[in-house]
């Protein structure tokens, strides 16, 4: 009789324990090797996705231009103009935030004052409200100066800058000018059998990744018009620095909602005093709770609609391999990975995949 068989129970269990504990501590090694490989190749990685991304959503404009001309015409053409509208932007934006900080400072100092006079006078503990001060203050000094700051700072990482962003316009180049060979391309590598369900994969990717970049537009725009339209009747200040912000901050999921909203309530408090920052605060929430529960699933399609905890953790996940360009980049690329899995599974491959490690257990515990 096999030793493991007379094995008393307590130890068979303390052995199990083991083993489930040892591959826990190894996933979370493995997690955090695959996060630290990203974040280090992310200078390589990022622009390749952006590119990929931009390619297969602008496609179809390059598609129409070669009527008129060819497609390599056609897709540099497309590419110098989005260089030219992303420029614009970034102008638009400087000018729209930068040049008015001494404003936004000012409004944030008097939302300050605000605050201090309203939560003195109901007695407040003074330790929290002075932590509540200094949060405000260090979050106005970001308002203020984080652009420039961050411009200042950044200034040692230009060669990676520029490196990314030269190689995101050349693949993103050769994806207008010879996307439908580079998918042949790619379907041909696999083998016979499954090069059906490796072409189906790939549309369906271009067709969510266009639909998941126009929704989310769509979304931006909405909530953008009416936080803009409540904080013109409330008649505050900086108005094209709350629509820049809100519309850009839609491209990331929560944190530019968090953003874009505390910046309109922030100046609400300053313009009004807390009563009227509270009342832009419930109209910010219950306009992106709207959006979440009502717009959005109009908008977006089955395909598109994942739960809103994969939403934030692929955010944070992104954020932390590739900074802002994952957090707007990690959304899309989630959609496409659960796309696979479920591909997959479908396959068979998630069947025999715990076949496979239940066959590995017992080897290693046997009962």
């Known amino acids: 009789m096999p030793e493991d068989v007379t094995e008393p129970r307590p130890y068979l269990a303390i052995r199990r324990i083991g083993v489930m504990s040892w591959s826990v501590i190894g996933f979370v090694v493995l997690l955090g090797m695959v996060t630290g490989g990203l974040a280090a190749i992310s200078e390589l990685a990022l622009p390749l996705v952006f590119a990929v991304m931009v390619g297969a959503a602008a496609y179809p404009l390059a598609r129409r231009l070669h009527q008129w001309m060819k497609p390599s015409i056609a897709a540099m053409v497309v590419v110098l103009g989005s260089l030219a509208g992303a420029a614009m932007v970034a102008i638009f ?4 935030v930068v040049q008015q900080t001494g404003e936004l400072a000012h409004q944030i100092d008097v939302a300050i004052a605000n605050m201090a006079d309203t939560t003195d006078g109901v007695g407040l503990d003074a330790a929290a409200l002075t932590a509540v001060r200094e949060a405000i203050t260090a979050a ?43 998918e042949r391309w790619i379907v041909r590598q696999f083998p016979e059998s499954g090069r059906d369900d490796v072409d189906d994969f790939l549309r369906t990717g271009v067709r969510s990744i266009r639909a998941y970049w126009a929704g989310r537009t769509v979304l931006s725009a909405a909530v953008t018009c009416v936080i803009v339209l409540v904080s013109f009747l409330m008649g505050l200040p900086l108005i094209g620095t709350i629509a820049i912000v809100n519309f850009l901050g839609g491209y990331v999921p929560y944190l530019g909602a968090f953003l874009g909203g505390g910046l309109a309530t922030l100046l609400a408090v300053a313009d009004g005093g807390l009563s009227q920052g509270f009342l832009m605060l419930a109209i910010v929430l219950a306009c992106n709770l709207l959006l979440e529960n009502v717009l959005e699933p109009m908008i977006m399609s089955d395909k598109l609609s994942i739960h809103p905890l994969v939403v934030l953790l692929a955010t944070t996940f992104g954020g932390i391999v590739g900074g802002m360009v994952g957090l707007i980049l990690a959304v899309p690329v989630a959609v496409l990975v659960i796309d696979l899995v479920r591909r997959l599974k479908s396959a068979g491959l998630g069947a025999r995949i715990p076949g496979q490690m239940k066959s590995l257990q017992d080897r290693v515990l046997p009962e």
């Open 140 to 182: 106005a000094g970001f308002i203020g100066r984080g652009l420039v700051t961050l411009l200042v700072g950044g200034v040692s990482a230009i060669t990676g800058f520029v490196a990314g962003t030269v190689l995101a316009i050349l693949i993103g180049y050769y994806v207008l000018k010879d996307g439908p060979i580079i």
């Open 93 to 96: 934006v400087v000018r729209g």
